[in-house]
T-cell receptor
Framework: DAGITQSPRHKVTETGTPVTLRCHQT?????MYWYRQDPGHGLRLIHY???????DKGEVSDGYSVSRSKTEDFLLTLESATSSQTSVYFC??????????????FGPGTRLLVL | AQSVAQPEDQVNVAEGNPLTVKCTYS??????LFWYVQYPNRGLQFLLK??????LVKGSYGFEAEFNKSQTSFHLKKPSALVSDSALYFC?????????????FGTGTRLKVLA
């Protein structure tokens, strides 16, 4: 599982409040990702990072921001949570390399409920 | 832009029968294609991938996938299904742009293997 942890694992919050989710990895991978998983939509990329302070938007980035000040940590912030952001959030890393080495590893997920 | 489609929300198959989970893709150039499996309340786990070479790729748990460039497909197969194969399966694509490890996932197909 490439040593990926997510915190918190579950969170209930109210509309309009800020929320920060944390992803931590222990293997020093350059690429880190935040996805959300929703029924009927599968897994959608929110933001990803390719190094400290280097981030880019994914398919569904509106309402989300990210930061990566250390290689091992990738934070996802919902500036003002809305009910449409109720979802399961997965962090992932990508093991780079040609051929057999490349793959993604996923964290256990964070279940977020916005009331 | 790269994309993948999984045309079936659910596939039912009897235990012992062969199974196929379909995936088609759209990407400029040669694709990198992946299959992942998700068991209940877990993150995604890597099954197999196609980068280049043989069109039939073998992966974990007895799964294999057939890459068909003319049909832009990468269907997941297993000769004999097990009840324990019941899970959610995701196809993913990465464009071949050098240095960009950005993955797009399909909407997922739920596989139900009936005893």
């Amino acid at each position: 599982d490439a040593g990926i942890t997510q915190s918190p694992r579950h969170k209930v919050t109210e509309t309009g409040t800020p929320v920060t989710l944390r992803c931590h990895q222990t293997e020093n991978h350059r690429y880190m990702y935040w996805y959300r998983q929703d029924p009927g939509h599968g897994l959608r990329l929110i933001h990803y990072s390719y190094g400290v302070k280097d981030t880019d938007k994914g398919e569904v980035s509106d309402g989300y921001s990210v930061s990566r000040s250390k290689t091992e940590d990738f934070l996802l912030t919902l500036e003002s949570a809305t009910s449409s952001q109720t979802s399961v959030y997965f962090c992932a890393i990508s093991r780079e390399g040609s051929g057999s080495r490349e793959t993604q590893y996923f964290g256990p997920g964070t279940r977020l409920l916005v009331l | 832009a790269q994309s993948v489609a999984q045309p079936e929300d659910q596939v039912n198959v009897a235990e012992g029968n062969p199974l196929t989970v379909k995936c088609t893709y759209s990407v400029s150039g040669n694709p990198y294609l992946f299959w992942y499996v998700q068991y209940p309340n877990r993150g995604l786990q890597f099954l197999l991938k196609y980068i280049t070479g043989d069109n039939l790729v073998k992966g974990s748990y007895g799964f294999e996938a057939e890459f068909n460039k003319s049909q832009t497909s990468f269907h997941l197969k297993k000769p004999s299904a097990l009840v324990s194969d019941s899970a959610l399966y995701f196809c993913a694509v990465r464009g071949p742009t050098s240095g960009t490890y950005k993955y797009i996932f399909g909407t997922g197909t739920r596989l139900k293997v009936l005893a």
